[in-house]
């Protein structure tokens, strides 16, 4: 090879000599794009083959653009990230390899092929993932050189990547001042490392390859299927928790929710988070009085109600975001906006009547942690009642693939609420509604009455009267948390399990039900007062509160209604009952 290169010197000579003799070069050129036929293994790390083929001849690719398939994600967390921080090329980089191969422009046409290997550089643009050199190796002399600027790897609004090349050189040193001009007619290339995507689309997903010459700055594009196989058989078990902290001096809640999940999983394209209606509700006054809705989070006047935090096996650093309230008041929306490199925005749509926050189009990158905080103080997104909570946070998720389902519950409860009090004589209730309900002008929901009897001879027997507040909205439901020591018992009759014992006058029942120990009473029409006894037959009494009774040890039991309004404001009433005898 030496020898030939050697007698193919003086070719170069005579032809840079003879330059003014070489012919036109021909006025574009059209590039193609080959891939491997055989499918790969969805979310799979492994090798790809990509050949890129110019033609005709005599003209070189200035600007190139690569555009990987969603999902094909190259790993930038190599040598722990240390690639992203300096721009010298290391073995440690190193992402790939192959050759270029090439003519020289002159009356002599000398074909020519080098050897490349592409290596992972900092990001040459502040709004660049990262870099990717090109280092040949000089054929006659041996040695190592950047074949032009590092390409600038970007992604894209999608979460696809880009790597785009400018001004790859048309001229190429040979030995000393002998430097000849060429026209690149391919590339072949094997990219080491790369992440395959969890969609498996029929037909393959195309890559993308965009190029221009030097004598025609007009861009021509191609593609080819990347074939990809066993998206459905990916495991996918995200997993949600939740915690929520209420403010110290008003009704805003800090609300946090982290999805995890474990790394060769097909990914989420769809996210839905739901929360307990009675607990936590979006804080309507504090969007109106506080400026929280904008219509895009580019606007400078646009106020973050939060914060996200990502985490991904391919990147080496934790991607930090904004999160915004956006939309109307009808249908308002949670966008959470990343900066650069990673300029991605997820919309979330807020259902008031679910309490339900639904992120769709989610791209196909594996995060091993999305955390997301909306902030409390008085101008938070969310507020809380204080209420027992009546069911669990929930998360579902939808595959990239479209096939594949998986839901996660987390516990919730509200920290840093105060202990619900009531008086001691038997008199009033307490109560709190959720910020900007306007309640509290009004008047609360309160019991009027309650009695609690038959404990010291194992025959417990329950009542109270619950009335809507002065000029409040009527009462549709409510929820009955017993004291401690007692609690709601089913009968079997006909093989089915039902409640027997409670009895409700001033109201027409549409239905009871019995769930985590809890009594839901849902009224068929509002009603401003509602009267509830529940016998015997209903209660159960612990041995250990019975012992008290008889003892008269027993000053006070605490009874807690968690109260919806025909509004559907929530309120939570308690109040401590003193036994009888």
Same mark, same amino acid.
């Given at each position: ?10 070719? #170069?000579? /005579? ?66 990230? @240390?690639?992203?921080?300096? +721009? ?33 550089? %900092? ?12 280092? %040949? ?17 970007? /992604? ?7 790597? *785009? ?41 195309? #890559? ?8 025609? +700055? ?43 999940? %474990? ?31 904008? @219509? ?28 915004? $309230? ?11 906006? #990343? ?11 807020? @259902? ?34 204080? *209420? ?17 389902? *998986? ?29 900007? @309900? ?7 929901? +309160? ?75 849902? $009224? *068929?029409?509002? +009603? ?54």
């Amino acid at each position: 090879m030496r020898r030939i290169w050697t007698r193919a010197l003086c070719g #170069f000579v /005579v032809a840079i000599g003879c330059a003014g003799l070489a012919p036109v070069a021909e006025a574009s050129i059209t590039p193609t794009v080959g891939l491997p036929s055989s499918p790969f293994q969805a979310a799979s790390t492994d090798n790809l083959g990509v050949d890129l083929k110019f033609s005709p001849g005599k003209d070189s690719p200035k600007d190139m653009t690569l555009s990987l398939p969603p999902g094909l994600l190259a790993n930038a967390s190599i040598d722990g990230g @240390s690639c992203l921080t300096s +721009s010298t090329p290391r073995p440690a980089c190193q992402v790939g390899n192959g050759t270029v191969s090439a003519k020289t422009v002159a009356v002599l046409q000398i074909p020519a092929t080098v050897s490349v290997t592409f290596d992972l550089v %900092a990001p040459p643009q502040p709004a660049d993932l990262a870099g990717l050199a090109i280092m %040949a190796t000089n054929p006659i002399t041996g040695k190592v050189a950047q074949l032009g600027s590092p390409g600038e790897i970007t /992604v894209q609004p999608s979460g696809t990547l880009n790597i *785009a090349f400018h001004n790859i050189p048309d001229h190429y040193a040979l030995v000393g001042p002998v430097v000849a001009q060429i026209a690149v007619n391919e590339i072949n290339s094997t990219f080491d490392g790369l992440r395959m995507p969890t969609r498996c689309p029929s037909g393959g997903a195309p #890559f993308g390859v965009t190029a221009d010459s030097y004598s025609d +700055s007009t861009p021509k594009s191609a593609s080819a299927p990347l074939h990809l196989t066993g998206c459905g058989s990916l495991p996918f078990s995200p997993l949600l928790s939740v915690t929520a902290v209420k403010d110290s001096g008003d009704h805003g809640v800090q609300l946090t929710t982290d999805v995890t999940q %474990a790394n060769g999983q097909a990914t989420s394209k769809t996210v839905g988070l739901g929360f307990p209606p009675a607990v936590v509700a979006p804080n309507a006054a504090a969007v109106v009085s506080g400026g929280l809705l904008c @219509s895009s989070p580019t606007f400078t006047n646009c106020k973050t109600v939060g914060s996200a935090g990502a985490r991904s096996p391919l990147y080496p650093r934790t991607l930090l975001g904004k999160v915004y $309230l956006t939309g109307t008041l009808a249908a308002p929306a949670i966008t959470i906006s #990343f900066p650069e490199p990673f300029a991605l925005t997820l919309n979330g749509n807020v @259902s008031l009547a679910t309490n339900t926050t639904t992120f769709t189009g989610v791209p196909d990158i594996p995060l091993a942690d999305l955390r997301v905080t909306l902030a409390g103080g008085p101008n938070a997104a969310f507020a809380t009642t204080c *209420a027992t909570p009546s069911g669990n946070a929930s998360g579902s998720f939808t595959s990239q693939n479209g096939d594949k389902f *998986a839901t996660s519950t987390s516990p919730f409860t509200i920290s840093g609420c105060p202990p619900s009090t009531g008086d001691s004589g038997g008199k009033g209730g307490g109560g709190k509604t959720g910020a900007g @309900s306007g309640s509290a002008n009004l008047g609360l929901p +309160s019991l009027a009455s309650a009695s609690l009897s038959g404990l010291r001879r194992g025959r417990p027997t329950l009542s109270f009267k619950l009335i809507a507040g002065r000029r409040e909205p009527k009462l549709t439901s409510l929820t009955v948390s017993l004291p401690g020591g007692l609690s709601f018992r089913r009968h079997r009759v006909h093989g089915r399990l039902v409640l027997r014992g409670v009895s409700v006058r001033d109201a027409k029942v549409k239905r009871m039900s019995l769930r985590h120990g809890k009594l839901t009473i849902t $009224l *068929a029409r509002p +009603s401003a007062t509602v009267l509830v006894k529940a016998t015997s037959r209903a209660l159960h009494e612990g041995a250990g509160l019975r012992h008290k009774a008889r003892r008269r040890r027993i000053r006070f039991l605490k009874l807690t209604l968690t109260v919806t309004t025909v509004t559907r404001q929530h309120v939570t009433v308690t109040r401590s009952v003193k036994p009888k005898s």
